[in-house]
Structure formats: structure tokens, C-alpha cells
């Protein structure tokens, strides 16, 4: 079994700030993540904001697996389930050219950190060929010396910055370092992108999108966050994007106010903050529709010739 990815050793995994160690040769780490990628879509997605999707759609590629696998996420069938199916490198590389003819706006990687390696040495296969920016879509619990490996080739941050309290993130994703490594990620995210560029049509070239979901019961937290981020980074260097589109899990969580939507109430007030902090970016419309910002995992775009496991 091959243990060096882009001269990464996957034999004890530590690219996440889980430093779990995991042999990925024999086993999978708390992420999910094995010795091959998988992936559950990659197709055109409209749902992203606007500088992102445009007219044509961003390229979106979902990873399978994730390092943070909070209690009520919203994609829980491919962060925490085993859904997808196995993609070497070269049919990564594929994807993203593939999405590139059918006209997407860049090429969106949606929580990738832990096949980092496999997804750079992806990417440099295809440097000449691939001509539209690359977007990072993360959860924010990204390592800082993981990233790093990023600069220069990731042109667009989009992550999330989840909790600002650690007893929220110790509760809700096993992770008391959440808002601490969440920080440090941001910052050197906007030291890679910088600020936000656009192309003529209003599509961001460049740049860092901070994205942070109202959760019920948490819009103090909230308004805390966001205090806390306009000291963190300074307002124009960044975008905001506030999201209310909260689904409970069909499964009932031990957290009662997880198991019910976010109230306008509480959304709104939040939203209020932001636009009294300044801060330039996006909010979402609570009552557009909640489904459509989950795509239908159905392995859309996965070269079938692979051996899937669903
Ligand atoms: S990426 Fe996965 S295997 Fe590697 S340290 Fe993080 S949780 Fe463990």
C-alpha cells in the first residue's frame, strides 16, 4: 500500500487539527478518510451566493468524510455516513476539467481537508488546463501547517466559522479547540486570498467568504461571533455570508433547541448585528426554500467504473 501522497505520509495522519494519527493505509481516521478518496457528487450547484454560483453554477465536488462531523449536520449522509465512492487521482483531476467545459464559474471543493495531499497533487496534474479560480470549502476546523500547503493554489476561502464558544463546539462536534483553531485558520486564509476580487460580471476571483449558520437557541453566541470576527480580521478585507437555513436531523439530537428551526426572531436579530458591525457580504432569505441548499447525494458526475460503496 502506498503511504506517501504528494510526499505526505498517511501512515499516521495528523493533516487535521484531530492529530489523530490514523494508519489511512490500513484503516480510516476520525474523518472517514481511507487511503482513497471519495467523493458523493460533482456537478453544477446554483446554492452557493451569488459571486459564487453566477449564472452557469459553481463546480461542486463533495467529499465524503469529514474531521469536525458535528451532531446536526446538514449533510450528514456523506460527513458522517459512508456514502460515496472511490476516485484515484487522476479521475479527481478529471472532475474538476469536466466541470470546467460544462461552463462552472470555479471549482468547488466541499470539505477536502483530509485528502489535502491527494487533491494537491490533483490539481498540479491538471495546472495548465484547469483556467477558473479553485474555492476551499471548509468547515473551518482546518490545521494552519495543513493549509499552508494550499498558498498559491487555492484562490477563494469559503469556510464556516461554526462556534465561538468551546463548550458549544466540546457539545456539538467533540471539538473544545474549535474556535481557537477556527481563528487561526481564518487568518491565514485571508493572508493566502486576500481581498476580494471580481471579475466583470460580479463572479469573485479571489478572496475569502466567512460564512457562519444562526443556530437556534445560540443567537447570542452568535452576535458574540461576530463581534469577535470584526476584531479578528479587519471588515473589507472579507465578505460575510449569514445563514439561516437550520434543518433539525431526522433523528432527534439529546439538544432540544437543535431539534426545531431557527425562529425569525432569532435570525433576524442576528442579521441586525451584522449590519450594525458593517460588515460587506450576503444573508440568506429565511423563508427561500431549506431542501434546496442540500443537493441529492447520488454520485451525479463520479466516474462509475470504480467500486462503490454506499
Ligand atoms: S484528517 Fe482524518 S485521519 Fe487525518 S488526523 Fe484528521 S481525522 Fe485523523
Not at 468547515?139 to 458549544?168: A, R
Request: aromatic residues 8%; charged residues 20%.
Amino acid at each position: 500500500m502506498q503511504t506517501l501522497i504528494n510526499g505526505y505520509d498517511i501512515s499516521r495522519c495528523m493533516l487535521c487539527p484531530r492529530a489523530c494519527g490514523a494508519d489511512r493505509t490500513r484503516t480510516e481516521g476520525f474523518c472517514g478518510g481511507g487511503s482513497e478518496i471519495r467523493a458523493a457528487r460533482s456537478a453544477l450547484h446554483h446554492w452557493e451566493e451569488p459571486c459564487i454560483s453566477g449564472t452557469r453554477g459553481s463546480g461542486t465536488i463533495f467529499f465524503s468524510g469529514c474531521s469536525l462531523r458535528c451532531c446536526f449536520c446538514q449533510n450528514a449522509s456523506i460527513s458522517t455516513g459512508r456514502f460515496g465512492a472511490s476516485l484515484s487521482i487522476s479521475q479527481l483531476a478529471e472532475c474538476m476539467l469536466h466541470l470546467q467545459e460544462q461552463g462552472a464559474h470555479n471549482i468547488n471543493l466541499v470539505t477536502g481537508s483530509h485528502y489535502t495531499p491527494w487533491i494537491i497533487e490533483a490539481i498540479h496534474s491538471i495546472r495548465d488546463k484547469l483556467h477558473i479560480p479553485l474555492v476551499w470549502n471548509s468547515s473551518g476546523y482546518e490545521s494552519s501547517e495543513t493549509l499552508s500547503q494550499l498558498d498559491g493554489m487555492v484562490d477563494i476561502y469559503l469556510p464556516d466559522f461554526k462556534y465561538l464558544h468551546k463548550e458549544t463546539s466540546k457539545g456539538y462536534a467533540q471539538a473544545e479547540d474549535y474556535p481557537e483553531i477556527a481563528k487561526a485558520a481564518l487568518r491565514e486564509m485571508l493572508r493566502q486570498a486576500g481581498t476580494p476580487v471580481f471579475n466583470a460580471d460580479g463572479i469573485l476571483q479571489k478572496g475569502l467568504i466567512v460564512r457562519h449558520l444562526v443556530l437556534p437557541g445560540h443567537r447570542h453566541e452568535s452576535m458574540a461571533l461576530l463581534d469577535t470576527l470584526s476584531e479578528l480580521l479587519p471588515k473589507e478585507a472579507f465578505l460575510l455570508s449569514l445563514m439561516g437555513q437550520y434543518t433539525p436531523p431526522e433523528m432527534r439530537l439529546p439538544y432540544k433547541n437543535l431539534n426545531r428551526r431557527l425562529t425569525t426572531m432569532e435570525y433576524r436579530s442576528v442579521l441586525r448585528h451584522a449590519q450594525e458591525l458593517g460588515f460587506d457580504g450576503f444573508s440568506q432569505d429565511l423563508s427561500s426554500a431549506q431542501s434546496q441548499y442540500t443537493p441529492n447525494f447520488n454520485l451525479e458526475g463520479i466516474p462509475n467504473d470504480t467500486d462503490n460503496n454506499q
